[in-house]
């Protein structure tokens, strides 16, 4: 059983950087699909950032290519997003996701109902 945790969160201000973390600590993660998604108060959870089971394509909702950059650190069982230039639209709580199988050796998931495995979340604030 995967049992993601997220840290990284906090409150920043527009313009800042921040970097979230997503990582197993008693399983590799290496070969799953994993993604990034994040759900502001009242909001549906939107995807934010995928990596394919191989580490070698990775996806981002349209609004957000060129500010976030998801990456994998095999070291350290680690997934990672990297957030700049910060605004107050970006404030939600973050979710990181993981799935496995077969299914993803063909297409990498962009929809949370797509994902088995989830972590707890962490939260961003972006103020003005």
């Known amino acids: 059983q995967v049992q993601l945790v997220e840290s990284g969160g906090g409150l920043v201000q527009a313009g800042d950087s921040l970097r979230l973390s997503c990582t197993d600590s008693?399983?590799?993660?290496?070969?799953?699909?994993m993604g990034w998604f994040r759900q502001a108060p009242g909001k549906e959870r939107d995807f934010v950032a995928a990596?394919?089971?191989?580490?070698?394509?990775?996806y981002y909702a349209d609004s957000l290519e060129g500010r976030f950059t998801i990456s994998f650190d095999n070291a350290k069982n680690t997934l990672y997003l990297q957030m700049n230039t910060l605004q107050p639209e970006d404030t939600a709580v973050y979710f990181c996701?993981?799935?496995?199988?077969?299914?993803?050796?063909?297409?990498?998931?962009?929809?949370?109902?797509?994902?088995?495995?989830w972590g707890q979340g962490t939260q961003v604030t972006v103020s003005t």
């Open positions: 990596l394919s089971w191989s580490g070698n394509s990775r």
């Open positions: 008693k399983r590799s993660v290496r070969g799953y699909a």
């Open positions: 996701a993981a799935k496995g199988g077969t299914a993803v050796l063909s297409s990498t998931p962009k929809i949370p109902d797509e994902y088995d495995y």
